[in-house]
């Protein structure tokens, strides 16, 4: 068993403890490409401030002795409102990532969602995890890719496929650019000295199933390492993606449909119309357009215009239970969380990702009977303190 001198988790308290331990951990190029966003970040600063803005309202005797955090997403069980989000690279966390992360999901009663861009392939992870598990799909230029991606897809047996829309251009991220992430990447001095003060992290990778993204490794013509997959990948995203291209993953996809990046009540109905079954309220966690409102701005007004005919869903800035009840208070059914499981992957593993998913199921379990509720499905905007005029 692949070890990095485990850190005593019963001393983590929160996420931003994990953050600590992953910031130390992993090389600095690995830990930014998680923690950073595009250009100046400030949409990445925003998602943070938007739940930072809003406070909670405390009631008292109220008989809050049993409280209930079950529920469903995308017609799947939940232990509890939470979701881990598809991260692209997650692998290079800790060796065979997405299938630890996979494993702890399950452990914890909910979804894990398997990035296109992952390390561990499709056909890894089911075999690894051994667990049901989501896909999430991006729509290259090459259909047939694509296509061959949702019948690999079928054939694991994931139950939801996830189609992230708001990439069909990638934004830039300074930091990528700066420690070599680059297209094509590279090493840099400072890379260098950076991987070999940390062998452990590197033996790791090395004893990893992958090295590369494992869905597209050895399916690419002409594409068998990392510098040349990663070229093929950014030359695929397609600018070209419309609403038309639903219509064809909705015929070659039986299970439920969930379209992740939406950010405009226009949108969301547009999409409602084709008929997907959620939509997750999303900026890509400040990683694509810069200088985009937070999602949890954005996501009262979508709920509140599509709600009823489709499960909205959240993702972007999610940090702790406090958060998810604020969001389930402005109409999320539930949320999602990359950036977190990340650190809790980078911290320890699987272990790391089940005190993740720990920590904010007991933080979503005080609030809520701190708020005086005792089920997630009796959230409204009441539990939310009135935002004072300072004008007044």
Not at 2 to 15: E, G, K, R, T
Not at 131 to 160: H, K
Not at 311 to 321: I, K, N, T
Request: aromatic share 6%; glycine share 8%; hydrophobic share 45%.
């Amino acid at each position: 068993m692949f070890n990095l001198l485990s850190p005593n988790l019963d001393l983590v308290a929160s996420v931003e403890d994990l953050r600590a331990i992953a910031r130390r951990r992993l090389p600095r190029a690995v830990f930014e490409y998680a923690d950073r966003g595009a250009y100046d970040e400030l949409t990445l600063a925003a998602n943070r401030e938007a739940f930072r803005r809003l406070r909670l309202l405390p009631r008292i005797m109220i008989d809050v002795a049993a409280r209930r955090l079950e529920t469903t997403i995308a017609g799947q069980p939940a232990a509890l409102p939470l979701a881990i989000a598809p991260t692209g690279l997650a692998g290079l966390n800790w060796p065979d990532g997405e299938i630890h992360a996979a494993r702890a999901a399950h452990r914890c009663g909910i979804p894990y969602c398997l990035s296109t861009m992952s390390i561990c392939s499709i056909e890894d992870v089911r075999a690894g995890a051994g667990v049901p598990f989501w896909f999430q799909l991006y729509v290259f230029r090459d259909r047939g890719f694509s296509r061959s991606l949702i019948e690999r897809a079928r054939e694991a047996r994931c139950p939801v496929l996830v189609l992230t829309a708001d990439l069909p251009i990638q934004g830039q991220r300074h930091r990528d650019v700066k420690n070599g992430l680059s297209v094509p990447p590279r090493l840099t001095t400072a890379t260098v000295i950076d991987l070999l003060l940390r062998p452990r992290w590197s033996a790791g990778v090395l004893m990893g199933r992958r090295k590369s993204f494992g869905n597209l490794e050895g399916r690419i013509a002409g594409a068998d390492n990392l510098r040349t997959l990663a070229a093929w990948i950014v030359d695929q995203f397609d600018p070209t993606l419309t609403w038309s291209d639903l219509e064809w993953i909705r015929d070659r996809w039986p299970g439920r449909l969930v379209l992740k990046g939406v950010m405009s009540v226009e949108d969301a109905r547009i999409a409602v119309a084709n008929g997907v079954d959620g939509l997750i309220v999303s900026n890509h966690g400040g990683r694509q357009l810069d200088g985009a409102p937070a999602a949890l701005d954005m996501l009262p007004g979508i709920a509140e215009a599509v709600g009823e005919r489709c499960e909205v869903l959240f993702d972007s800035g999610v940090r702790s239970g406090q958060d998810i009840l604020k969001a389930l208070a402005l109409g999320a059914r539930a949320c999602f969380i990359g950036r977190p499981f990340l650190y809790g992957l980078a911290a320890a593993g699987e272990a790391g990702v089940v005190k993740v998913i720990d920590i904010m199921r007991r933080e979503l379990e005080v609030s809520l009977g701190l708020v005086g509720l005792r089920d997630v499905h009796a959230v409204t905007p009441q539990v939310l303190a009135p935002v004072p005029d300072r004008h007044a």
